[in-house]
C-alpha cells in the first residue's frame, strides 16, 4: 500500500518538476552490467593481456571512472544499490540472496512516474517482485542474454527506456577448456594474494561477456540509437574480493558514454558510489533527486566538474555465503586512506562469547577462518593500492584513524547498522546456514544443526 500511495505521488509531482530542457527530448539510458569482473581486469584499469575491445571502445568514447566503488561486493547486495539509491542495510538486502523491504522504493517507481519504460534483461538476483516491477522483463537463456528480445526492445521502443542489461558472465562456473596458454594471463598485483583456481576459465567467460556486450554496442549504433542514450558499463563486484571489504572486491570498473554531454575518452578520480548510479539517472532525465536517496548525483562530474562524495563505505558479512562464516566488517575511504575493522577477528573474539554456547563455537569458527585478519586495518591508497601495508600502528596517522573511525561510526547510525549493538549477529540464513553442512562448507558433527530458530538476529524477512 506505501508503494501504491508513493507511486501515485511521484507520477503527479513529476509533471512540476520536469526541466524543459530535457522534456523535449529525454535520453534513453543502457546499463549493462557484468557480473564477478575485478576493475584491474580490463586493458583501461591496467591489464593489458585480458581481452577487452567492447570496453576499449566504451573508454575512447566516454569516461572512465578510476575510483568507483560498490559497497558490498556481492551480487545481490550490489544490484540493490543500483535500483534502490540506497545502502544494503537501510535498502534491507545486507547478505546475499536476501530481499530488500517491502516498502523500498526503486527505479521503477521513480523512473515509470516520469514517463519512462523500466526493463531488466537478463540476470535479476533481486526480490520481491512487489518492490521491483519491471515494465518488462526478458529472462535469460540458459546462461546467454536474451539478445532477441532486448534488440526488437531497442529498435520498437514507442517512450524513453532505461533498460538494465545484467550479463551473467564472467561469474562461474568457468569451462576447462579455453582458447588461453598460461602466458596470456596477467599476473596482476593480486595474484599473489588472491589467486583464482581457474584464471584461463575466467578469461574465457569475459570473452563470452565481451562479444554479448560488442553485439549490444553495434546493435545500437546501426540502428541510430547511440547519440541520445546514455550508456553505462560496469560490475557488481570484483571476484577475487568477492563477499570482502578488500579494495580487489569493492572497487569496481565504470565507464559511461553520452554524445555531446561527456567528453569522449576523459578520465574522472572522483570517488563515486553504485548508490550514486540512481540519482545521477534520475537527473539525467531532467527530475530533481528525491531526498530520501543516500546516493549523490555525479552528472556534473559527466560535465568536467567535481563530485561532491568524499566517502564511499564497504560492508561484509560473509553469512548466507559459500563457506559461511561468523566474521562481520565495516570499511571507509576517503581520497587516500582506508580504514577497516574486523569485528570479529581472531585477537579480539573472546570478547564476542556470551552465555550460548553453539552460538560461541561458531564466533571461535569465524574467527580462526581469518586469522590474520586484525582487528583493524588501514591502508594509504594513493601509495599502497592493493592494501599490502596495514599501517594501523602508525603513530603519525593516529589523527586520520580518530576521524575516519568517526566518520564510520555516524554512517553506520544512519544506516541503522546492526553492529552498533551487536558486533557478531547470526544472521537468518535463506541459504547456505552455519550449521548446515553442503558441498562448500564442512561443519564439526557436534555442532550440525544446532542452531535454534531464537539466536538469529531479528530482520525484515
Known amino acids: 500500500m506505501i508503494n501504491l500511495f508513493f507511486k501515485i505521488f511521484l507520477f503527479i509531482f513529476s509533471f512540476f518538476i520536469l526541466d524543459e530542457t530535457y522534456d523535449k527530448n529525454p535520453p534513453n539510458i543502457i546499463f549493462y552490467l557484468s557480473d564477478d569482473k575485478d576493475q584491474i581486469d580490463h586493458n583501461v584499469y591496467g591489464n593489458n593481456l585480458v581481452p577487452s575491445r567492447p570496453i576499449n571502445r566504451l573508454a575512447t568514447e566516454g569516461m572512465t571512472f578510476e575510483n568507483a566503488y560498490t559497497t558490498q561486493a556481492i551480487c545481490a547486495p550490489s544490484r540493490s544499490q543500483i535500483y534502490t539509491g540506497l545502502y544494503p542495510i537501510k535498502n534491507g538486502c545486507y547478505a546475499n540472496h536476501l530481499p530488500v523491504k ?24 533481486v526480490n520481491p517482485s512487489s518492490v521491483f516491477n519491471w515494465s518488462k522483463y526478458f529472462k535469460n537463456q540458459g546462461k546467454l542474454l536474451p539478445m532477441s528480445k532486448i534488440k526488437n526492445y531497442i529498435k520498437n521502443a514507442k517512450k524513453p527506456y532505461c533498460l538494465f542489461i545484467a550479463s551473467d558472465y564472467p561469474h562461474g562456473p568457468f569451462p576447462t577448456r579455453t582458447e588461453f596458454k598460461d602466458s596470456d594471463i596477467y599476473e596482476n598485483p593480486y595474484s599473489k594474494k588472491y589467486r583464482l583456481n581457474n584464471e584461463k576459465g575466467y578469461y574465457q567467460n569475459i570473452i563470452d561477456d565481451n562479444n554479448q556486450l560488442a553485439d549490444i554496442l553495434d546493435f545500437i549504433e546501426i540502428n541510430g540509437k547511440d547519440e541520445n542514450t546514455l550508456f553505462i558499463y560496469a560490475s557488481d563486484g570484483g571476484l577475487r574480493g568477492k563477499w570482502s571489504v578488500d579494495e580487489v572486491g569493492l572497487k569496481i570498473p565504470l565507464i559511461i558514454r553520452w554524445p555531446k554531454v561527456v567528453k569522449a575518452g576523459s578520465k574522472n578520480s572522483d570517488l563515486i558510489n553504485l548508490v550514486d548510479i540512481l540519482p545521477t539517472i534520475i537527473e539525467s532525465t531532467g527530475n530533481k533527486i528525491p531526498k530520501s536517496l543516500d546516493g549523490f548525483s555525479f552528472l556534473s562530474s559527466l560535465k568536467g566538474a567535481t563530485n561532491k562524495r568524499k566517502f564511499t563505505y564497504g560492508i561484509s558479512t560473509r553469512q548466507n555465503v559459500r563457506n559461511a562464516k561468523v566474521f562481520p566488517s565495516r570499511s571507509i575511504r576517503d581520497s587516500k586512506y582506508k580504514y577497516i575493522v574486523n569485528y570479529n577477528s581472531y585477537d579480539i573474539y573472546k570478547k564476542n562469547l556470551g552465555k550460548d554456547s553453539i552460538k560461541n563455537a561458531f564466533i571461535k569458527i569465524g574467527a580462526l577462518s581469518f586469522k590474520n585478519k586484525p582487528h583493524e586495518e588501514l591502508y594509504d591508497l594513493d601509495n599502497d593500492p592493493y592494501e599490502m601495508i596495514n599501517l594501523i600502528n602508525e603513530k603519525s596517522l593516529k589523527n586520520v584513524v580518530v576521524k575516519l573511525k568517526k566518520e564510520l561510526k555516524s554512517w553506520m547510525l544512519t544506516q541503522n547498522d546492526f553492529l552498533i549493538n551487536n558486533k557478531t549477529p547470526l544472521i537468518k540464513p535463506t541459504l547456505h546456514p552455519l550449521d548446515k553442512e553442503t558441498e562448500w562448507t564442512k561443519v564439526p558433527d557436534h555442532l550440525k544443526n544446532k542452531i535454534k530458530s531464537n539466536t538469529y538476529m531479528q530482520s525484515h524477512y
Open 102 to 125: 517491502e516498502n523500498t522504493v526503486d527505479v521503477n517507481d521513480y523512473l515509470q512516474s516520469f514517463g519512462y519504460d523500466v526493463v531488466l534483461a537478463g540476470k535479476s538476483h
